[in-house]
C-alpha cells in the first residue's frame, strides 16, 4: 500500500507549546494558568445581546473585502484615534488579525524575500514567512533596552537586495512594550530609506497604561509605507468572533482583498455586524477592562520581582516577560518543571524566538485572586529549588 506523507512544508512548522500547556491546563481543575493570551472579560453584554437578535434573522456570505458599512465606521475611528488617514478602499476586514497577516505578507514578498522580526516576538511571525518561503530575519531585542526595538540593530539587518518588510509589535506580545514617539520615527527614516514597508501589528493597541500608543501610519509622510493590523479581539474581549482589519496603501490593499478572497471568501457576517455595534460603545467598557488589568499588573510585577524573577513593568498588553537565566538555562524545562510541580503554567521565552531563552511570560488575563495564588506557588517551587 502506498503511503502519502505530509508535505515538507508542514513537517518544518514548530510545534506550538502553548498549545499543549493551556490544553494541560484547561484538562486538570489545581492547574493555574498564566499562559492565556485573550482577556478572561465576557464580551461586553450590548454586543451579546446584539448578536442575538442578528440570530433570529440569520447570516449570510459578506462582501469578501468587508462590509462597507463596516469598513466606513473602521476609516473613521482610525481617523479619529490613530490620526491615520485612510479610505474605507484601503481597509480589508479578515478573520482575525493573523489571516490579515498571512493574506498581506502572501500579497507582498516573493520566495527567499527577507523580513525583519522582533525576537523575542509573537510566534507566529516565525512560522507565516516560512510557510511563505520568505525569510525572517531576526532583530533581537535586549532586557536593558526595555525590548525596544533598536535603530542601529534594524540597519544592521537589512539587506538591500532582500530585505522587504519590517514587522513591528506595539504594544507587544511577549514583552509588553510601548514604542516611543522617537523611535517610531527613526524606523520611520529608515524605511523611507530602504525602502521598506512597515506592519504594524497593533492588536493591543488599547490596553496601554502609562504611556501613549501611536500608530506609525499616522507619522508625516509614512501612509505609504505602512501596513496597519487591528483587531476586535483584545480590545472587545470578542476573540472568539475572530475579526480583524488591515489598512493598507491601495495596491496593497487590492491586492490582499484578492488573496483574502481565496483563504477564507470573507470575514464572518455575524461578526461583522458585531463589530460595527462595538464601534458605537461607550469607552468605559474598555477603560474599566484596562483599570482592571493594571490593577493585576502591578500586583505581579510587584511579586515576580519580589521572589527573585526580574520583571520589566511592561507599559501595554497583559503580559509580563521574566528572567528566569539565573535559575535555568532552559525555559522550556523551567516551565514544565512549574506546571508539574507547582501547577501553574506559564510559557516558556523560547516559544518567541531564540532571543527569548532565559526568559517565562506571564499573562496576567486571570483573575487577580489566581494571580496571587500563582505567585504563592512559584515562590514555593523557586524555594524548594535552592534547597
Keep these: 500500500m502506498y503511503m502519502f506523507e505530509v508535505s515538507e512544508r508542514e513537517r518544518d512548522l514548530p510545534e506550538v507549546v502553548i498549545g499543549k500547556l493551556l490544553k494541560i491546563a484547561s484538562e486538570s481543575k489545581d492547574i493555574i494558568s498564566l499562559g492565556p493570551g485573550e482577556p478572561d472579560f465576557k464580551t461586553p453584554k450590548p454586543i451579546i445581546d446584539y448578536a442575538k437578535k442578528i440570530l433570529d434573522k440569520g447570516t449570510h456570505y459578506a462582501p469578501p473585502q468587508g462590509r462597507l458599512d463596516l469598513r466606513e465606521a473602521l476609516a473613521q475611528k482610525l481617523k479619529k484615534e490613530n490620526k491615520i488617514k485612510i479610505s ?27 523580513v525583519l522580526i522582533p ?8 512560522p507565516t514567512i516560512e ?18 526595538l533598536n535603530p542601529d540593530k534594524i540597519k544592521e539587518a537589512i539587506d538591500k537586495k532582500k530585505t ?5 509589535n506595539s504594544p507587544s506580545n511577549p514583552t509588553g512594550t510601548v514604542l516611543s514617539r522617537s523611535v517610531l520615527e527613526e524606523i520611520a527614516d529608515i524605511a523611507v530609506e530602504h525602502n521598506l514597508l512597515i506592519f504594524s501589528d497593533e492588536a493591543y493597541e488599547k490596553i496601554v497604561y502609562d504611556q501613549e500608543h501611536i500608530s506609525p501610519a499616522s507619522l508625516n509622510g ?64 474598555i477603560d474599566s477592562m484596562v483599570k482592571e488589568y493594571d490593577r493585576r499588573r502591578k500586583l505581579i510585577v510587584q511579586r515576580l520581582n519580589e521572589i527573585g524573577l526580574r520583571t520589566k513593568a511592561p507599559h501595554g498588553a497583559f503580559y509580563t516577560f521574566s528572567n528566569i537565566s539565573h535559575i535555568s538555562n532552559n525555559s522550556l524545562k523551567f516551565a514544565d518543571r512549574l506546571l508539574k510541580e507547582a501547577k501553574v503554567a506559564v510559557v516558556p521565552g523560547t516559544e518567541f524566538g531564540k532571543f527569548g531563552e532565559g526568559f517565562i511570560r506571564c499573562s496576567y488575563a486571570t483573575d487577580y485572586k489566581l494571580i496571587e495564588k500563582a505567585m504563592d506557588k512559584i515562590e514555593g517551587f523557586l524555594k524548594k529549588k535552592q534547597n
Excluded at 242 to 254: D, H, N, Q, S, T
Design 222 to 285: 509614512m501612509q505609504d509605507y505602512v501596513l496597519t493590523f487591528q483587531t476586535f479581539s483584545k480590545t472587545y474581549a470578542m476573540c472568539g468572533f475572530r475579526l480583524g482589519y488591515v489598512a493598507a496603501p491601495k495596491k496593497f490593499a487590492e491586492a490582499i482583498d484578492k488573496t483574502h478572497h481565496y483563504i477564507t471568501i470573507c470575514a464572518p457576517h455575524l461578526s461583522q455586524l458585531i463589530a460595527r455595534k462595538a464601534l458605537e460603545l461607550p469607552r468605559k467598557y
Design 119 to 126: 525576537n523575542p516576538g509573537y510566534l507566529g511571525y516565525i
Design 131 to 148: 510557510l511563505l518561503n520568505g525569510a525572517p530575519i531576526h532583530v533581537k531585542l535586549e532586557e536593558e533596552e526595555n525590548f525596544e
Design 164 to 168: 522587504k518588510v519590517l514587522i513591528i
Design 88 to 114: 474605507p478602499e484601503n481597509i480589508v476586514v479578515t478573520t482575525g488579525s493573523q489571516e490579515a497577516l498571512f493574506s498581506a505578507l502572501l500579497s507582498t514578498i516573493d520566495p527567499g524575500d527577507q
